[in-house]
């Protein structure tokens, strides 16, 4: 489904010149949700800039379904391949109405039946069809990345690139949204390709993901190799200790302790 082949990418001019990613390869098989962890830095958001196009003086090879995307046709391409981005606040514009806001994709593709999309859209992400008539900053943080969710889907991908999806959300917030992304990828036949610096949220979502460090792969691991203490490169056994460290059902419990 996805190829990714020597992917390479600099970053600056002159003396600020640097190499962002150095040879990146992987594959991702359809319907699969294939992981990208790594410390802040890493390259692993680079990546899926890639792959949606933000970025484009890139070396190597990506490839969707077979066809590369220099070859591809730039809005059949993003009609396929979808993302989410990190903050849902910063990615919706904040004087539009999300009804605006889903059917603009819609526009831009020549699609019809507007109106009816965008309702099935917003009932497939959980929100009642009121929602369509509100701005972003009538929305929680949650409702917010619903609604980014729902623009993603709107034009029916295949693919869908999910950028931190759930690491501005509150903690009592954040399984919601990682539940909602499990049920659109049974019920809408997606692969997902994940990017997060939380292991635990990998190992929930991912069947398998690469480890990166400094704008390279440093090891490959799947669901099973990790919870059979498997890794073997030094920084990805790094990566699993500060995650131990880390009690997620705690924080969850101190999260919800607040809110009562």
Not at 238 to 260: C, F, G, M, V
Request: proline share 3%.
């Amino acid at each position: 489904m996805i190829d990714i082949d020597d992917l390479s990418l600099f970053l600056g001019q002159g003396a600020r010149r640097r190499k962002i990613l150095d040879s990146i390869s992987f594959s991702v098989e359809a319907g699969q949700t294939y992981g990208l962890v790594g410390e802040s830095g890493s390259g692993k958001s680079t990546v899926l800039r890639c792959i949606a196009g933000l970025y484009r003086q890139w070396t190597g090879g990506i490839a969707v379904d077979g066809q590369t995307f220099r070859q591809a046709d730039r809005l059949g391409w993003c009609r396929n391949v979808q993302m989410v981005f990190q903050d849902p606040y910063g990615s919706l514009h904040p004087k539009h109405q999300i009804e605006d806001i889903l059917a603009e994709p819609l526009h831009i593709h020549k699609l019809d039946n507007i109106g009816e999309r965008v309702g099935k859209v917003l009932d497939q992400v959980g929100l009642p069809g009121k929602f369509r008539y509100r701005f972003p900053h009538q929305l929680s943080g949650g409702q917010r990345q619903r609604v980014a969710i729902a623009r993603a889907m709107v034009l029916r991908p295949s693919i869908v690139l999910l950028d931190e999806p759930t690491s501005a959300l509150d903690v009592s917030i954040q399984a919601e949204i990682l539940n909602l992304f499990m049920d659109l990828r049974e019920e809408l036949k997606l692969t997902y390709l994940l990017v997060s610096h939380d292991l635990s949220v990998i190992d929930h979502m991912c069947s398998a993901f690469a480890v990166m460090q400094a704008g390279r792969i440093v090891e490959v691991l799947t669901r099973d190799a990790l919870e059979n203490n498997e890794a073997s490169a030094p920084y990805t056994r790094t990566l699993i200790e500060a995650s131990e460290r880390y009690d997620r059902d705690l924080a969850l419990r101190q999260a919800e302790a607040e809110q009562a």
